[in-house]
């Protein structure tokens, strides 16, 4: 196993040999994920051969990729450095590539001048976002990141992920056992098909809708975008109604429902309450709400994360499902789907070596959430009435 002691001269000096054009110009470090239940990996090991033929070094802490089949030798083959801990990791490289938030354990690891490229969903979180600002690191957010048309390409990926593992886990705790109705999604001939609310026809709605159609459910998806509820209306099938999204209507819906899906989103900020702790009362016993806007706050009032382990609880006879992080169930899949579209922004980022005007200009800047101790995304700071930070180059 090859790991850090052959460095060049001047490593243990900081990170002043990090970014030194020589004989490697970049370290970039990818750790195991220590969140409760997550299988995914930050980089396969074709980003790090990409990553190793431009001239970077990439460590890799052992056994990081194992939870989505990735074999530590794979790694060796591809041109990784393996070490041994996560302390490693985050003493020696300048650029994290990570999926998760910093968990408590890692926050006390990370350094000034550091940068992180990860999931943060800062606006679901007080504390981690006071512990990225008292870091000093630069912290660039998977989920906000646009690009050049404005899409959210590094969050769609797991928001297909998330869309549809809604209704395969919507199917299963709506199981009697699991303290649900008893409800088939698709009935049988002659008993009706499950009744489902998605709210919002964004990519978690719009993945949901069309695994739910696809199970023969009677499907209802609110959205408050008349032009992207006219395009749900020409995509869908005849089993998918579009209805507009005002209070009422999702009451109406509240009351018909086996099965609610919550996926709104506000880039970067706090999911607005579309379901208030009174509006349980109207709701069947044993309905199933899963709340996939718990990354960012949840969507509904009565929302609090839980893992999967324990994704569930029970609040008036309505079964909670609220798992922040529920694409790492299936990690193998999400770390293919996720690496896919985040290994050209690493690769940007490396090239770069991070001049100041990369992410504080142009397409990464809508990235960078955190710098030099300031917040610099809008919804982040209103979230926590904290001053918003200039970008200056």
């Known amino acids: 196993m090859r790991g850090v002691d052959g460095q060049s001269e001047g490593q243990n000096n900081g990170m002043q040999a990090v970014s030194r054009i020589g004989d490697y110009i970049l370290i970039i470090?990818?750790?195991?994920?220590?969140?409760?239940?997550?299988?995914?990996?930050?980089?396969?090991?074709?980003?790090?051969?990409?990553l190793r033929a431009r001239g970077h070094r990439v460590l890799v802490q052992a056994g990081a990729g194992l939870g989505s089949g990735l074999a530590d030798h794979a790694y060796l083959l591809a041109g990784a450095e393996l070490v041994a801990s996560i302390e490693d990791i985050y003493r020696h490289c300048e650029l994290i590539v990570k999926v998760k938030e910093p968990q408590e354990t890692e926050c006390q690891l990370i350094r000034p001048g550091q940068v992180l490229f990860t999931y943060f969903h800062f606006a679901a979180s007080r504390k981690l976002t006071e512990a990225m600002i008292a870091s000093g690191a630069t912290c660039l957010a998977y989920e906000t990141l646009e690009d050049e048309r404005g899409r959210l390409t590094l969050l769609t990926p797991m928001s297909e992920v998330a869309g549809r593992?809604?209704?395969?886990?919507?199917?299963?705790?709506?199981?009697?056992?699991?303290?649900?109705?008893?409800?088939?999604?698709?009935?049988?001939?002659?008993?009706?098909?499950?009744?489902?609310?998605?709210?919002?026809?964004?990519?978690?709605?719009?993945?949901?809708?069309?695994?739910?159609?696809?199970?023969?459910?009677?499907v209802a998806i609110l959205d408050v975008d008349m032009d992207r509820l006219r395009y749900l209306d020409d995509v869908m099938p005849p089993n998918v109604n579009v209805l507009f999204s005002d209070r009422h209507t999702i009451l109406d819906q509240l009351k018909l429902a086996d099965l609610v899906i919550g996926s709104v989103l506000i880039r970067g900020g706090k999911a607005p309450h579309l379901i208030h702790a009174s509006d349980l009362r109207l709701m069947k016993p044993g309905s199933v709400?899963?709340?996939?806007?718990?990354?960012?706050?949840?969507?509904?009032?009565?929302?609090?994360?839980?893992?999967?382990?324990?994704?569930?609880?029970?609040?008036?006879?309505?079964v909670h499902y609220c798992v922040t992080n529920m694409p790492g169930a299936v990690g193998r899949t999400s770390t293919f789907a996720l690496c896919n579209v985040t290994l050209p922004w690493v690769i940007r980022l490396a090239e770069s070596q991070f001049r100041c005007a990369t992410v504080t200009s142009g397409v990464m800047s809508t990235a960078t959430n955190v710098i030099d101790g300031k917040v610099t995304n809008r919804a982040v700071a209103e979230t926590f009435d904290l001053p918003l930070g200039q970008l200056t180059t």
Not at 305 to 314: A, E, G, M, R, V
């Open 165 to 218: 593992m809604s209704i395969q886990e919507g199917a299963k705790y709506l199981e009697r056992p699991q303290m649900g109705r008893g409800i088939l999604l698709g009935g049988v001939p002659g008993v009706a098909p499950a009744h489902i609310t998605v709210l919002g026809g964004g990519v978690v709605g719009a993945n949901a809708a069309k695994i739910a159609a696809g199970f023969q459910a009677d």
């Open 29 to 50: 470090g990818v750790p195991a994920e220590v969140k409760q239940d997550e299988y995914r990996v930050g980089m396969l090991p074709v980003g790090v051969e990409e």
């Open 289 to 318: 709400i899963i709340d996939v806007a718990i990354d960012q706050g949840g969507c509904v009032e009565t929302s609090k994360p839980t893992t999967h382990k324990n994704p569930t609880f029970l609040v008036d006879e309505v």
